[in-house]
């Protein structure tokens, strides 16, 4: 015993059994009859025997951890998803080491490396982004899923909402209202799902014949604050939308406030859709009417996705695509003239 601290060997010496006897009823495996491994696990329960699972997964070949890249941990969009994937692979053995790379290229790349050089068990991404990451992506010999997002040569485990039919959505809710001026928010250039969003919108208005207005169109770097800065400009604009698509809630949050500060009134003069459909979302005095990507389902996906790898490495790649849902609430309404 050492440190206070019982180990395999510990077990095997007071059951009076060989190490390969113990270790073989702590990991699972056959080989030990019913009678004596019921009489091994009984006895470590008794005595509160942990197993060293850093030594256990190292003897593997590769750590029993799965790293999980995302963008910004701070977005509660990210948190809610990271909670359901931890959750699923705690329940299957994994332990999750959440890597926050703030959209960062060069962190996301380093954090890549990490994963490789510590002999991670997967991968998981949610803030793919530039060709830089597919490249190494494409390179890596591990289980890996992508997740809401789409990089032209990666043929790997996917899973992500229609992010185009979101877009479209999102702006014939409006349009059934009788918006005719709408514009959009977007999100990086380099995100896939902010651009499928924006050529949804595109696809929807062109579809109905409403004007497109690039004055109409901003970007944004999907967080709160640049969301009060975006409606400084929609404020100084001498003919301003009826209507505002949002990439995300949170910039959809930020720009309701700053809309709000400077007089204007929400939704009677400006409409707001956003997507995501965050805990925050539905909340007495924000009622943001948001696309859901049904986040509980986009992380049991993905988690399901890399436990097929990590059970079967030649198992066949998959693209899981979740159609969206419009929630409705209380930052849209019927167009009238002002």
Same mark, same amino acid.
């Given at each position: ?11 095997? @010496? ?6 390969? &006897? ?12 019913? !009678? ?43 948190? !809610?998803? &990271? ?14 080491? #959440? ?9 996301? +790349?380093?954090?890549?490396?990490? #994963? ?13 982004? @530039?060709?830089?990451? !597919? ?20 043929? %790997? ?11 479209? +959505? ?31 919108? /595109? ?22 604050? &640049?969301? /009060? ?24 949050? %930020? ?34 009417? &948001? ?8 992380? !049991? ?5 890399? +436990? ?10 998959? /693209?899981?695509?979740?159609?969206? #849902? +419009? ?9 009238? @003239?002002?």
């Amino acid at each position: 015993m050492k440190n206070g601290k019982y180990g395999i060997s510990d077990v095997a @010496e007071m059951l009076g059994v060989s190490k390969s &006897t113990v270790s073989r009823v702590i990991n699972g495996n056959a080989g030990v009859g019913p !009678e004596l491994r019921k009489k091994v696990m009984d006895f470590v329960e008794e005595i509160g025997y942990q197993p060293n699972t850093i030594a256990q997964s190292l003897s593997k070949g590769h750590m029993n951890i799965v790293a999980l890249i995302l963008g910004d941990i701070r977005n509660p969009f990210y948190a !809610e998803l &990271t909670f359901k994937i931890q959750q699923i692979l705690n329940d299957n053995g994994y332990m999750v080491m #959440t890597l926050n790379s703030e959209y960062d290229i060069e962190r996301e +790349l380093e954090f890549l490396k990490i #994963t490789e050089q510590f002999n991670f068990a997967g991968l998981i991404l949610i803030t793919a982004q @530039e060709e830089k990451i !597919e490249e190494k992506l494409n390179r890596m010999d591990i289980p890996k899923v992508l997740v809401n997002r789409i990089l032209p040569t990666y043929a %790997g485990d996917s899973v992500l909402i229609d992010n185009f039919q979101a877009g479209y +959505l999102a702006v014939m809710h409006l349009i059934e209202l009788g918006h005719k001026h709408i514009g959009f928010i977007k999100g990086p250039g380099v995100s896939s799902a902010s651009s499928q969003r924006f050529a949804g919108y /595109r696809q929807a208005i062109a579809n109905y014949g409403l004007p497109f207005d690039e004055k109409f169109v901003f970007e944004s770097d999907l967080k709160m604050e &640049t969301g /009060r800065l975006i409606s400084k400009k929609i404020v100084g604009l001498n003919i301003r939308p009826s209507a505002m698509v949002v990439v995300n809630d949170m910039t959809a949050i %930020g720009l309701m406030d700053g809309c709000r500060a400077a007089g204007i009134v929400i939704p009677q003069e400006l409409s707001i859709v956003s997507f995501d459909n965050i805990p925050f979302a539905s909340m007495y005095g924000i009622e943001l009417t &948001t696309i859901s990507q049904h986040v509980d389902k986009m992380g !049991e996906k993905a988690a399901g996705l890399m +436990l097929k790898q990590l059970k079967d490495k030649n198992a066949k790649p998959e /693209r899981i695509i979740i159609e969206p #849902t +419009l929630i409705v609430r209380g930052t849209t309404c019927a167009y009238t @003239e002002n």
